[in-house]
């Protein structure tokens, strides 16, 4: 891009908008993002030229959690200060930028990872691009009434989507057995930072292809003339549709299908135009499953290999394990995608038809390979009229990955054992990793400025590792205090921000301990509220002593179908209202619950943590990406060995975080004789502060919900044990490492020194890591 010229460009827009007084955030966002779009059109093409004829790798993921573009593209293409500058010329700011939407096209970490990889792949020249939905109202807003979780549609274009190409040229019909539908891409830029590579995010929108039936209309059918218009667009309308019945689990599948189908019709036609033979797609392309959303892609390119391309079964199935790559995302054998046979049947039976023939084939290669009979039932892809999704990705794929160090063990030794037996060599770890673009140069310029003057370059940037040349300044007392400046002025700006959106005054002197993520029960939002309670009645009673003032923050969405989580929001919110009614407390306790968590929010929260809560069970979160995040701006980690937790203390130094909790080998041992109700009668402390759930002291508003919730930790329910995720057993250690951060807080200079020893060690957990780990690998790219 010509800089001088883009400039050029924009200084005429922006005096066409202050002589007609136009002053929208939203028109400001729209001239600048179409001129940006305009002048890096020319090595878009290329880019997207270069990637079809080389070697190319493919991401297929349900979530694409990329947030608002404007800030991100304006950093990676160099011209945010010249932008910024020009803007004040005009009488503008680019700060009126953030009242624009984010694509909230995700719901967590899944989808983050993905946007994160897409942006290092634009950074690093890696032949990477995205396909998935272009739901219409993302995931949901999120707002808090009552202290309940509300949740709203989320019209995320409703101002224009200047980031996004229509190609209808390249539009595919998808067959369903009832209905076709019309898959329209909409291409989203992924711009590289100092590179003249940009990646391409191609996202499908479901639409009809007969909007509307007049006649149908004419006979005052009006509901009915609208029906294929309505069945269509519901396929691309919100991203994980509640599925508690029939015909939401239909919607999902539906979803999921869709975009595969596309995305598969859309590779194929591609490499037919540039390497004509299609016996050669292996060669060109790679696909990697975001987990097991995408793997009705597997049975999907048979069908069009065999059907559209003339292959045999058996070429088409050779095929399709030389081009598949799965990533596993949970250690527990629940959450793994299963669909009901009859289901699959009635909506796709020629896709079910070949899994049919996998299934079959997997059966022969194991008899051949002389494994069990037992071990061969348990593996089945169909078994007990379900398929198991898992089981079609692990055996189709060349490679199966998981991603964390502990996550991939516990998937050779628990989740996957039986496959990873027969396997071995399929299985590689690949430790999550996040954009030090997006979460530190961006979200925090003013720590970003530190590094890059210490440094004497900006190399940290594309090289992560870099900031392990800090390390040497940790005993620098003049450092540190910059470095706690830096922090307290995050702090101030998001004390602002949440009392301009939530109404909420905070104070930024206080410890900002901070617990940010999807709500689910083994994430132990529920944990920390605990916790608090815990704290708060020992400040009552006088067996807490010297307490630092602390806020703690809350920031999560729960699936609006979820009915535990959402009580568990509501929870929170009555403790914090509880809390701030007692002044004898509440200058030492303040609980937040922000609204309508999402990428920017998180921006702010992630640049003025200091206390990182990462509380899962041992055994339970796969990797994390959040506690990345926070650890690259200097937060400490108050967590369990869980995830990459333990590949960040590994780092950092476990002495510079706050590690508690039962570990996976432990919880082994103890969970077959654990016994909630036990701890509760021997423990006053714990009891007092669980049965604030069902002793009047908090209302749920008569829904009964905290009583489930009760119940669910001391008797379990048909599903589940008592107390699963065992916060009762976690919780005293808990609330002692809680208190041992909460003191040590008190030497600033000390507890400074291992904040920027988190940051100096974050260089691991760069996505550029993982990219190129993924790219040697895995995808087998030059």
């Keep these: 891009m010509n ?90 700011s680019v700060s009126e930028l953030e009242e624009t939407e984010d694509a909230a ?34 995931l949901f807003k999120q707002k808090i009434e009552n202290g309940f979780q509300t949740e709203e549609a989320d019209n995320w274009t409703k101002y224009g989507d200047a980031w996004s190409e229509r190609h209808d040229e390249d539009a595919v019909e998808i067959k369903f057995s009832d209905r076709t539908v019309l898959a329209v891409p909409y291409d989203i830029p992924i711009t590289g930072y100092g590179t003249k590579n940009i990646g391409t995010l191609r996202l499908w929108q479901s639409e009809a292809l007969t909007d509307f039936d007049f006649r149908l209309f ?42 595969c189908s596309a995305s598969l019709n859309d590779i194929i036609k591609k490499h037919k135009r540039v390497h004509k033979d299609i016996r050669t797609l292996c060669d060109y392309v790679t696909i990697q499953l ?24 058996d070429e088409a199935f050779t095929q399709a394990k030389k081009i598949f790559n799965y990533t596993n995302h949970t250690i527990m054998p629940e959450a793994l995608e299963k669909w009901d046979t009859a289901l699959v049947r009635e909506l796709l039976p020629e896709i079910y038809d070949i899994i049919f023939m996998i299934n079959e084939n997997f059966i022969a290669d194991m008899y051949r390979s002389e494994v069990e009979a037992e071990k061969i039932s348990k593996m089945m892809i169909i078994k007990d009229n379900m398929i198991h999704m898992a089981n079609l990705a692990t055996y189709c794929s060349t490679f199966v990955n998981g991603v964390a160090e502990i996550h991939t063990e516990i998937l050779k030794a ?110 132990r939002q529920l944990l920390n509220a605990f916790s608090i309670l815990y704290i708060y009645f020992g400040i009552k009673d006088g067996s807490i002593k010297s307490f630092t003032p602390t806020t703690f923050i809350f920031g999560a969405k729960s699936a609006p179908g979820y009915r535990r989580a959402k009580a568990i929001i509501k929870y929170i919110n009555e ?53 990345m995040k926070l650890m690259l701006n200097g937060a400490v980690t108050l967590g369990t060995l869980d995830g990459a937790n333990i590949e960040i203390v590994e780092e950092a130094g476990m002495e510079n975080n706050y590690i508690f909790g039962a570990t996976v080998e432990e919880l082994e041992k ?20 669980v049965e604030t759930l069902i002793d009047g002291t908090f209302s749920d508003g008569g829904s009964g ?48 020194k291992k904040m920027w020893l988190n940051m100096c060690n974050a260089g691991k957990f760069s996505s550029d890591r993982t990219i190129a780990d993924y790219a040697e690998n895995i995808w087998l790219l030059k």
């Design 3 to 92: 800089k001088q010229t883009f400039l050029t460009d924009l200084k005429s827009e922006l005096e066409h908008l202050r002589k007609e007084n136009i002053t929208s955030p939203h028109v400001l966002h729209n001239v600048l993002s179409e001129t940006i779009m305009k002048h890096i059109s020319k090595d878009w093409k290329n880019s997207r030229r270069s990637h079809i004829d080389s070697r190319r790798a493919c991401y297929f993921s349900m979530e694409f959690l990329i947030g608002r573009s404007i800030f991100n593209n304006l950093l990676c293409l160099d011209i945010y200060n010249e932008v910024s500058n020009i803007f004040e010329e005009f009488g503008f």
């Design 105 to 138: 096209l995700g719901n967590g970490g899944l989808g983050r990872l993905a946007a994160c990889f897409l942006d290092s792949a634009a950074t690093m020249n890696v032949p990477l691009d995205g396909y998935g939905i272009r739901y219409k109202y993302g």
């Design 218 to 259: 004419n006979e005052q059918k009006y509901i009915e003339a609208n029906a294929q218009k309505i069945y269509a667009e519901d396929i691309s309308r919100v991203l994980y549709p509640n599925d508690d019945t029939r015909e939401g689990k239909k919607l999902r599948l539906r979803q999921q299908y869709f975009f």
């Design 290 to 313: 975001n987990d097991t959303h995408p793997v009705i892609s597997i049975p999907e390119l048979i069908r069009l290999l065999t059907v559209n391309e003339g292959m045999t079964y």
């Design 414 to 523: 628990s989740t996957l054992h039986d496959w990873y037996e027969v396997y071995p060599d399929k299985f590689q770890n690949k430790t999550n990793g996040i954009t030090q673009r997006r979460w530190l140069a961006l979200c925090n310029k003013e720590l970003s400025g530190l590094i890059t003057g210490l440094l004497g370059s900006n190399k940290w940037i594309t090289e992560l590792s870099e900031l392990k040349n800090l390390v040497s300044y940790a005993d620098d007392k003049q450092i540190i205090k910059k470095f706690k400046e830096i922090k307290k002025e995050k702090k101030t700006q998001l004390a602002d921000f949440i009392l301009k959106k939530e109404g909420i005054s905070i104070n930024p002197d206080s410890i900002f301990d901070i617990q940010i993520k999807r709500l689910h029960e083994y994430k």
């Design 575 to 627: 403790i914090a209202a509880f809390i701030e009614k007692d002044p004898e407390v509440n200058k030492l306790i303040k609980v937040v619950f922000v609204s309508n968590y999402n990428v920017s929010y998180a921006e702010k929260l992630i640049a003025a943590a200091e206390v990182s809560e990462q509380i899962s069970t041992a055994g339970t979160e796969a990797s994390g990406t959040g506690n």
């Design 670 to 689: 103890i969970m077959p004789e654990y016994c909630s109700r036990k701890i509760i009668s021997e423990n006053a402390k714990i009891r007092k502060v």
């Design 705 to 752: 919900d905290f009583r489930e919730l009760y119940t669910s930790l001391l008797d379990g329910a048909s599903w589940h044990k008592p107390d699963n995720y065992y916060l009762l057993g976690d919780l005293e250690n808990y609330v002692e490492a809680k208190l041992r951060c909460n003191r040590d807080y008190k030497d600033e200079e000390s507890f400074g």
